[in-house]
């Protein structure tokens, strides 16, 4: 065979697995058209369900619950913002299917087992995350926004602030975008770092990292979660704190999977005869 002829039989897989990823890609990208034009339909009742954290705080405050666009294209944008983020969680499966019917056939029967349980772990703890940033983080950021409000009758001076003049209230007008804007970082930001168990066990599996290094790193891992709370958190020390307890917390449960994977393998190996309990002792 020649030379030629080599890299003709070299370069057909390559194009047949360039063709099979555009087929993937295409099929995932449609799911999410389909997805964005179902949640485009529905835009205003998912929004209506995306203020309640805010509606709630207000509504403990005897404030009514206005959002306010103040340009005209305002509303169309916050409905494609809606879309995106609904469209997104829609296709998720049909994506994760996608990327596994492309991923699959490279794998072993063993590898198999091991990447599927992640694949349908990450939708779960995004999921987790989202929900807990939804439902607890969001009240206690708003209402700790919203505690700056001044309130002032007519020909009565605000309580407690001598330098408001009489009669002057500055109170809440929110506008729809800016809310929206804030309360998908809170989502996005919490549902990404509930991944970090899936991402580190995924990378233990693979002996990319291990319990004893995740742990010896245990300092700089704070330091980083520190700063990841001050950039994807508003300047609030309420959300700052429970974003670090959270993803330290999250650090801590890696370690303990990641050595639980260890402990599987070392297992399997010694069964399999391939562990030197020998070696093992002097590397502990």
Not at 79 to 101: D, E, N
Not at 146 to 174: I, M, N, T, Y
Request: proline share 5%; with cysteine.
């Amino acid at each position: 065979m020649s030379a030629s002829d080599e890299m003709d039989d070299s370069a057909a897989p390559l194009i047949e697995h360039l063709t099979e990823l555009r087929t993937r890609l295409i099929r995932s990208v449609l799911a999410f058209l389909v997805g964005m034009i179902i949640c485009f339909t529905v835009a205003t009742p998912i929004f209506n369900f995306l203020t309640d954290p805010l509606c709630t705080v207000l509504a403990e405050r005897g404030q009514d619950c206005d959002l306010i666009f103040i340009s005209p294209q305002e509303g169309f944008f916050v409905a494609i913002k809606v879309s995106l983020l609904g469209g997104f969680m829609l296709s998720f499966p049909v994506i994760a299917h996608q990327m596994w019917r492309f991923v699959a056939p490279g794998l072993y029967k063993n590898e198999k087992g091991a990447f599927l349980p992640f694949l349908i772990s990450s939708p779960v703890m995004f999921l987790l995350g989202a929900s807990f940033a939804f439902y607890v983080v969001t009240p206690l950021a708003y209402d700790f926004f919203l505690g700056f409000q001044q309130f002032g009758a007519e020909g009565e001076a605000v309580v407690g602030d001598p330098a408001v003049s009489p009669g002057l209230s500055v109170v809440f007008q929110g506008s729809a975008q800016e809310y929206l804007n804030l309360t998908i970082k809170f989502i996005v930001a919490f549902g990404m770092c509930f991944q970090l168990p899936v991402l580190l066990t995924l990378m233990g599996k693979a002996g990319l990292v291990s319990a004893e290094g995740l742990g010896n790193v245990r300092k700089y891992a704070v330091v980083a979660i520190l700063v990841l709370a001050a950039l994807v958190t508003p300047p609030d020390v309420i959300t700052q704190v429970i974003l670090f307890v959270v993803v330290y917390g999250l650090y801590e449960v890696s370690i303990f999977l990641v050595r639980r994977v260890e402990k599987k393998r070392e297992a399997k190996l010694r069964a399999e005869g391939y562990y030197d309990d020998e070696d093992g002792d002097a590397a502990s």
